[in-house]
């Protein structure tokens, strides 16, 4: 599997590079992404298969699951690059998310994907102290994108791999779906959000802003390193509520997450309207 991966991490990597060297054009990383995707479903065989738990019955067929799958991997790479605007926080979500998926891949005895996450929380950690506020190194698109691919690979395993466990074992997720969502809240919740207010206002949503959710933070007068607190302890409390609830109705834990994350939202919109004001 290791042998497998890195090759092709390479092309992340290369892009990232370029990218953080020469400012490429989001066309040409999307296309890069793509092409990384397509390696991923074709090489690594990891794949989205179906709808799992909201509709057990229903299988893709081989074209919709590597279109799905490509689509999950670009999200998710793209998610992570677009939180990395403040010291610290791509690297302390990606820890938090590593050593949740790590915890449970052991708890699974899928000891190389646990090796994968756990390898990777500690070599994030010890990057986060250099880039903790004020930081003397960056992430830059070289770091998140890579990060970032892995990240979708690992969740899309996770996915996967919870499906397919007993309904009995302590360790499964009544939803695999919604679990991940847990896992991957902060960049999902932020890129989709940053997607709808700049289509709102007639922006390309591949525009670079300060609408983020910890540019707003920042901006409320936060620092970076306050913003990256108050974030990571919402992230926490998202993957803490769906361990809670994991044996629980999953359409119940959907509107907690639902309800939850667009509270925050319109708290911090409210929040920087009046300090406009």
């Not at 020469?22 to 890069?32: C, E, S, T």
């Not at 010291?87 to 050593?99: N, Q, Y």
């Not at 700049?198 to 390193?225: C, E, M, N, Y």
Request: aromatic content about 10%; glycine content about 6%; hydrophobic content about 55%.
């Amino acid at each position: 599997m290791v042998f497998l991966l890195l090759p092709i991490l390479i092309i992340p990597f290369i892009i990232g590079l370029l990218d953080d060297l020469f400012h490429l054009k989001p066309n040409a990383k999307l296309l890069a992404q793509w092409v990384t995707a397509s390696l991923i479903f074709a090489i690594l065989q990891i794949r989205i298969t179906s709808f799992y738990d909201f509709l057990p019955d229903y299988e893709f067929s081989t074209v919709l699951s590597y279109c799905v799958t490509a689509f999950v991997v670009v999200v998710i790479t793209n998610s992570l690059n677009l939180i990395d605007g403040i010291d610290g926080l791509a690297a302390a979500f990606s820890v938090i998310a590593c050593l949740f998926f790590g915890s449970w891949f052991l708890m699974a005895e899928q000891y190389s994907f646990a090796l994968i996450c756990l390898s990777l929380a500690g070599g994030i950690l010890a990057f986060l102290f250099q880039n903790w506020e004020p930081s003397n190194i960056f992430m830059g698109d070289t770091g998140s994108l890579v990060i970032g691919t892995l990240l979708s690979i690992i969740t899309i395993q996770f996915v996967n791999s919870n499906h397919t466990l007993s309904p009995t074992d302590p360790i499964k997720f009544n939803s695999s779906i919604l679990a991940a969502l847990c896992a991957m809240i902060i960049p999902l919740v932020d890129t989709t959000r940053i997607i709808i207010v700049r289509l709102s206002l007639g922006i390309s949503p591949f525009t670079a802003d300060q609408r983020h959710i910890h540019h707003g933070l920042v901006k409320l007068g936060f620092t970076h390193k306050r913003a990256v607190y108050i974030l990571a302890l919402v992230h926490i409390a998202m993957i803490t509520m769906a361990i809670l609830l994991r044996h629980g109705n999953q359409f119940l834990l959907l509107a907690l997450v639902v309800g939850i994350c667009l509270t925050l939202c319109l708290l911090l919109r409210r929040a920087l309207i009046r300090m406009e004001r």
